[in-house]
């Protein structure tokens, strides 16, 4: 089992910036790709991030050269650092682990994001 943890979420004005981070914690060596997801309230949730175990980012495009993915595995943390941010970013944000040997998803409960106009 893995356990995540996400922190750093609050409240921002447009334009401002916030460092989201999740910690992982159990069984934590077969953890292949890492993601970030968001749900704003009455949607679904959507990928936003994705890195692979040996660093490689995608982004959706709603996001691309605003928001940057990166991961410590020292530190077994998975980071989102987000700037120019946007009302339209203003969701719960969610970390993702995929196990690299039997797929299983595993997920942080979220961390409120709220960028004011």
């Known amino acids: 089992q893995v356990q995540l943890v996400e922190s750093g979420g609050g409240l921002v004005q447009t334009g401002g910036s916030l460092r989201l981070s999740c910690a992982a914690s159990?069984?934590?060596?077969?953890?292949?790709?890492m993601n970030w997801y968001r749900q704003a309230p009455g949607k679904q949730r959507d990928l936003v991030s994705t890195i692979t175990s040996g660093g490689t980012p995608n982004y959706a495009d709603s996001v691309k050269g605003r928001f940057t993915i990166s991961r410590d595995n020292a530190k077994n943390t998975l980071y989102l650092q987000m700037n120019s941010l946007k009302p339209e970013d203003t969701a719960v944000y969610y970390c993702?682990?995929?196990?690299?040997?039997?797929?299983?998803?595993?997920w942080g409960k979220g961390t409120l994001v709220t960028v004011s106009s």
């Open positions: 993702n682990a995929v196990d690299k040997v039997d797929f299983k998803d595993y």
């Open positions: 159990g069984d934590i060596f077969t953890i292949g790709p």
